[in-house]
C-alpha cells in the first residue's frame, strides 16, 4: 500500500465509526446546512402562485390553482421526506423545528401581506411580481438560518439524555 495515512484523521474516522450515534447528527447537521435545493423549489413554487394569484382570474380559477399549489407543495414534502436517509424516533424534531415552522408561517405571511399592501398603496405596476419576489426573497432569507438553528441543539440534547441516564 502506497497511500499515506494521516493518524489523527484515521483515529477521528474510526471514533465516527464507533460511535454511530454522532454519524447521526454529522448527516441531519449536513441535512440542514447544504439542502438548499428544496428551499429553492419551495421558493419557485411560491413565486409562481404569487404572481399567478396577482392576475385577475375568475374564482374557480383561483381556487384551482391553490389547490395545485397546496398538491405541489405536498408533493415535494413527501418526496424530500423520503429521501433522507436517516429516521429519527425522539431526536429528528424537537420544539425548535416546530417553533422554527410556525415561525416561517408568520414570517412569510407578513412579507405577503406587507407587500401586497405596498404594491396597492403605490400603485406599482406589475404588483403580484413585486409581491412574489419580495416574499419568496424573505422566505429565503428566514429559512437557511432558521434550519441551522432548529438542528443545531441535537447532539447536546442527545449528550444531556445519554448524562441524566448514567447518573440515574
Request: charged share 20%; no cysteine; glycine share 4%.
Amino acid at each position: 500500500m502506497t497511500t499515506t495515512v494521516d493518524a489523527e484523521q484515521a483515529w477521528q474516522d474510526l471514533q465516527r465509526i464507533r460511535v454511530p450515534q454522532e454519524r447521526v447528527y454529522d448527516e441531519i447537521e449536513r441535512t440542514a446546512q447544504d439542502d438548499t435545493r428544496a428551499s429553492y423549489t419551495t421558493a419557485a413554487i411560491m413565486w409562481v402562485f404569487l404572481a399567478v394569484s396577482g392576475l385577475d382570474l375568475p374564482r374557480w380559477a383561483f381556487w384551482l390553482t391553490l389547490t395545485a399549489y397546496v398538491a405541489v407543495l405536498g408533493t415535494l414534502a413527501v418526496v424530500y421526506n423520503r429521501r433522507t436517509r436517516i429516521r429519527l424516533h425522539r431526536s429528528r424534531h424537537s420544539w425548535r423545528s416546530f417553533a422554527t415552522f410556525f415561525a416561517g408561517m408568520v414570517v412569510t405571511l407578513v412579507a405577503i401581506l406587507l407587500s401586497g399592501l405596498l404594491v396597492e398603496w403605490l400603485a406599482l405596476p406589475f404588483g403580484s411580481l413585486i409581491q412574489a419576489t419580495v416574499s419568496a426573497a424573505t422566505f429565503l432569507l428566514f429559512i437557511g438560518p432558521a434550519n441551522r438553528w432548529a438542528v443545531s441543539t441535537l447532539r447536546d440534547r442527545a449528550g444531556r439524555a445519554t448524562h441524566e441516564k448514567g447518573v440515574r
